[in-house]
């Protein structure tokens, strides 16, 4: 009862952290196409697999098809999606906790998952990252289950979960490679054993064979190939990697390293790298198996990653929240018997994480953020600052009257963004270029007919060959970075 309750609890401050100011960070150009794509298959049911053209799993778009039912602003509904996911996966987390530790093992992790700010940026976005977080943290934990208790239910679960998983995202193919680390926290006796491992693997094999079952559903769509294509644009190829082996790695770690230690703040990795070294003096099964559970990822993308963004990493961390707790009850608990100041180290390991995730409700621009989600949010081109007054301005626009709105950028932010709210509006006409200069002529032609109007996505400037009178320009964040908006001139 008492677990229940304290899920209970996790789950409202979970959500409520999460809901509070939702559209605080702008429209991110990845949302903007999910959302979109999660329109089109919603009012077609042909397009379900429409993510697929682009090599992306559509679980994330189907999930959305709820909620863009339920609420008016696609941008919340489809944030809503890894809102739900967070408050899932906050459970995962405590039973985790508490299956491996204990309790107070559970309420850590379930704090420390909170209040973190890498949780809390990505728990706000329509992206694929969360939900794919939080199948992660429930592979992990019925692996747990499943080689303490042997039950084929268990196995079922895990079964459907991973698939799950892997219709989110192909990086949770992670999540079945690392099922044999889970032999590392097998108990029984010698007698036993064998007779353990057999029946584990058979459960095993059931479980992947439902998982793989479910992703190559997707082979129902003729753009499954494209999965595999698109994977490849981000990670190198085996042939690659042989030919000049460790090539990324010294430019990757330097990358990933600051992305981590941003998001997870100096006190908790140094909590978590105390905790490592503690267990490998103490020969800790329990907490080298979570380490690994985020090492192994870490290394292999730090090997073959030829893009990375902090995204990547998000469900690799989940387990060292956990990991983390585990330190910090084992702390609590060693201070109320022996040394009472000791508790007084506990707040100054979870202040600063509070702190940012503190500002990324209230104040995006103020929280610490690593460089390239700063970049990709708030200051340049993929953020959406702008977006919401040019629809504003649109919609007005075309009140009794025709007019064509026109985009530099022909997928992503520019045009899905407008698509996504203007495009029943049978008096708006969208349309995308790229380059921008290879509409000027048709943009022209509009311009004679009907109010044009041009958005730019990158370019801060147009060439001498356009006749534009500038509307506005929105400051993207705190960059110098600008959306421009122009009305369309006749010579």
């Known amino acids: 009862m008492i677990d229940f309750f304290l899920v209970g609890i996790s789950v409202l401050a979970v959500l409520i952290s999460r809901i509070i100011n939702l559209k605080g960070i702008p429209i991110f150009t990845d949302e903007a196409i999910y959302i979109r794509w999660a329109q089109i298959g919603l009012n077609d049911p042909v397009h379900r697999y429409i993510s697929l053209t682009d090599g992306k799993q559509p679980l994330m778009t189907w999930a ?42 559970a309420v850590f992790s379930v704090i420390l998952y909170t209040i973190s700010p890498f949780s809390m940026v990505y728990d706000r976005l329509a992206l694929m990252d969360s939900l794919l977080a939080m199948f992660g943290i429930w592979c992990l934990y019925l692996q747990v289950l499943l080689i303490k208790k042997l039950k084929l239910d268990v196995a079922l679960i895990l079964g459907i979960t991973a698939g799950s998983a892997l219709l989110t995202k192909s990086s949770a193919s992670f999540f079945l490679y690392l099922i044999p680390f889970s032999l590392i926290i097998a108990d029984g006796k010698k007698k036993t054993r064998i007779k353990s491992l057999v029946k584990w693997s058979g459960l095993i094999i ?19 190939y494209i999965i595999e294509l698109k ?7 085996f042939g690659e990697f042989i030919k000049d082996p460790f090539r990324v790695l010294q430019s990757n770690l330097k990358g990933m390293l600051p992305m981590l230690t941003v998001y997870l703040t100096w006190p908790l990795t140094a ?9 490998i003096i103490r020969k800790d099964r329990t907490i080298i198996y979570l380490f690994l559970w985020f090492f192994v990822p870490f290394a292999a ?13 998000l469900f690799m961390v989940m387990p060292l929240y956990v990991m983390a707790a585990a330190f910090l009850a084992g702390l609590a608990s060693f201070a109320a018997k022996k040394a009472k100041f ?22 995006p621009l103020a ?3 690593p460089d390239s989600d700063r970049k990709q949010l708030f200051n340049d081109w993929p953020s959406g600052y702008g977006v919401e007054e040019v629809i504003s301005f649109a919609r007005k626009a075309a009140g009794n009257q025709k007019i064509t709105l026109a985009t530099e950028g022909t997928f ?14 049978k008096n708006i006409t969208i349309k995308g270029f790229w380059p921008v200069d290879s509409g000027l002529e048709e943009l022209k032609s509009d311009a004679q007919m009907m109010p044009t109007y041009l958005v730019l996505k990158e370019s801060q400037k147009l060439s001498p060959a356009w006749t534009v009178k500038e509307i506005f320009k929105i400051k993207r964040g705190d960059s110098s970075n600008y959306l421009y908006f122009y009305r369309v001139k006749t010579d």
Not at 206 to 224: C, D, E, T
């Open 271 to 279: 909590v978590l790298i105390f905790s490592l070294i503690l267990a």
């Open 367 to 369: 929280a610490g953020l």
């Open 231 to 237: 994977n490849y644009s981000f990670i190198m190829t």
């Open 342 to 363: 000791l508790y007084l180290l506990i707040p100054l390991v979870l202040i600063m994480p509070a702190i940012n995730s503190f500002l990324i409700i209230v104040n």
């Open 301 to 313: 993308l730090a090997v073959f990653a030829k893009v990375l963004y902090p995204r990547f990493l």
């Open 64 to 105: 959305m098809y709820p909620f863009l039912k339920l609420f008016e602003d696609p941008l919340i509904a489809g944030r809503l999606v890894s809102v739900s996911g967070a408050a899932l996966a906050v459970i995962g987390i405590y039973f985790l906790a508490k299956t491996l530790f204990d309790r107070k093992a």
């Open 206 to 224: 059931l479980s992947i064979f439902i998982a793989q079952v479910i992703y190559n559903s997707l082979r129902l769509s003729p753009y499954f």
């Open 412 to 425: 992503g932010l520019n045009p899905a963004v407008y698509e996504i709210y203007l495009k029943e509006n």
